[in-house]
């Protein structure tokens, strides 16, 4: 899609209105469109709920569930696995909990405990094996599902030395990415040989990397770069010097900084999210949402992302999170 040419707008369809508190995190459920599934949505906030929000045949959104009463605080965090049969939610009471959605009903079929205090991500690896949980505590969990909906902590990392804000997986290998309080990325692989887990690289101030808090990243559909936004008011863009595709075992080489996006939000950057279509949108403390696709300007040598458009007070407060379907924008 050629989206540099002609004129965009960025319209509210519908508000979803439910929670009684901020809500922190959306996913869209990746079978959405599958053998006749209608689009779904989750939702988390911090009035302790997860809601599920399905697309009727009239095309409007409705709450079709409310998943309570078992986090006992804020949930940060939600995920689907990459069936779309499971739900993670992570939730600041220092429990992930499962929820499988059994007869029409969704069901709590396991609660994962270990981290020290509040839990601020979850995300399943591509092929639904593993997930992954980063938190207030400094580490990043790594657990493996197991027969009968059971998991089992097969690797607890530390290495960053401040909150842990967000985990991403990359879209088809077992690579972890996380972003900190700490102002770094970090990338994490298993060892071949051991099976342990480590950092094989670190993307901080010295890598041309961020100079505050990082709060989120996000994957192009090839995994061969990554966007990170954050309180320093920038978007980076990296690039792998591997294509991942061309990579082999569990490692899609190291990674560069390709390029800066700033100058679009006066305020903390919260959110980012790359749709398949190329499309980086962010959110952020400004309650904008800003919407940026590669320039193919080939006199430029290096590359860059262009403004595609804005939507100012898209919300009445900050963009926490910016979640995009599937199947594009």
């Known amino acids: 899609m050629d989206f540099l040419e002609g004129n965009l707008e960025l319209r509210e369809r519908q508000r979803l209105e ?13 079978a959405t469109g599958v053998c006749g599934i209608p689009a779904m949505l989750a939702s988390c906030s911090g009035d302790k709920t ?13 709450c079709s569930a409310v998943l309570e009463d078992n986090h006992t605080r804020t949930v940060r965090s939600c995920a689907w696995s990459p069936s779309g049969k ?8 220092a429990t992930t909990a ?17 981290h020290e205090n509040e839990v601020k991500s979850v995300s399943w690896d591509a092929s639904g094996s593993l997930l992954a949980t980063c938190g207030r505590d400094k580490t990043v969990w790594i ?16 290495g960053h030395t401040q909150d842990v804000k967000m985990v991403q997986w990359h879209p088809f290998m077992e690579v972890l990415v996380s972003v900190s309080y700490d102002n770094s990325v970090k990338i994490w692989a298993e060892d071949g040989d051991s099976d342990d887990w480590h950092c094989v690289q670190t993307l ?4 041309s990397g961020h100079t505050s808090t990082v709060w989120a990243v996000s994957f192009n559909s090839n995994g061969d770069r990554m966007a990170t936004c954050s309180d320093d008011l920038t978007l980076k863009i990296w690039d792998t010097s591997a294509k991942a ?35 980086i949108a962010s959110g952020a403390a400004d309650d904008a949402i ?23 007070k898209a919300h009445d407060m900050d963009v926490k999170l910016s979640a995009m379907e599937s199947k594009g924008t």
Not at 86 to 91: D, E, F, K, P, V
Not at 101 to 107: A, H, N, S, Y
Not at 143 to 158: A, D, I, K, T
């Open 18 to 30: 439910g929670h009684t508190d901020r809500v922190w995190s959306l996913a869209w459920n990746p």
């Open 50 to 62: 997860v809601r599920i929000w399905q697309q009727g045949p009239s095309g409007s959104w409705d």
């Open 86 to 93: 499971l739900l993670a939610t992570a939730s600041f009471d």
């Open 98 to 114: 499962i929820w499988e959605c059994v007869g029409g009903d969704f069901e709590c079929v396991a609660t994962l405990e270990g």
């Open 143 to 158: 657990w493996e599902m197991q027969p009968g909906n059971e998991f089992e902590c097969v690797s607890v990392l530390q």
């Open 204 to 207: 901080n101030e010295a890598s």
């Open 245 to 279: 595709s061309e990579t082999s075992g569990s490692s899609c080489g190291s990674w560069r900084h390709l390029c800066t996006i700033s100058g679009y939000h006066d305020r903390t950057i919260f959110s980012v999210n790359w749709s398949r279509d190329g499309v």
């Open 290 to 312: 800003r919407l940026f696709f590669e320039s193919k300007d080939n006199s430029v040598d290096v590359p860059s992302y262009k403004l595609l458009l804005k939507k100012e």
